[in-house]
């Protein structure tokens, strides 16, 4: 028995389909609250970022409770700021050159946020993970207003 030549390329569109809706591991939704830097930074085997991470609303919050919309504003020791928005998963990343070391605030409404001490690279999940590292509060965070 033979198939139409039309049916078997519906069947490989299908599947071809099929493959990338179960496919999440690429995007700019992938992997939150990972080292981005790792991958992500030249010779990593990605798109190249000078400054990459995920934040939340709280500093002891899992890597799915990313949020959306918080701005991000990174001035690098040259006086260049660069504004970041999270994504819906809270992901936030920029290839534009950094001169290191650079001061971090972040913005959500009315609350601001101040990165202390001016970070020297751009890889935000090196200290600020679930358990955090070098001096680190947590994950990079911003709670809601009037919490």
């Known amino acids: ?16 389909l099929v493959l990338l809706a179960a496919c999440q591991g690429n995007g700019p939704l ?12 030249r010779g990593g085997g990605a798109h190249p970022y000078s400054i990459a991470g995920t934040v939340y609303n709280r500093a002891d ?10 701005e991000i504003l990174v001035t690098d020791a040259t006086g260049h700021v660069i504004t970041l928005v999270s994504n819906q998963a809270g992901n936030f990343y920029t290839n534009e050159d950094v001169i290191f070391p650079a001061f971090v605030e972040i913005h959500r409404d009315a609350t601001v946020r101040h990165m ?13 993970q679930q358990l955090p590292l070098n001096g680190a509060e947590g994950r990079v965070f911003i709670a809601p207003s009037g919490s």
Do not use: Y
């Open 61 to 70: 919050a899992v890597t799915t409770e990313g949020v959306g919309g918080i």
């Open 1 to 16: 028995m033979r198939i139409p030549l039309a049916g078997v390329l519906v069947l490989v569109l299908v599947l071809v």
């Open 30 to 41: 992938m992997t939150p609250g990972e080292d981005c830097l790792a991958c992500h930074s």
């Open 116 to 128: 202390a001490p001016n970070i020297e690279n751009g890889s935000c999940a090196t200290c600020h």
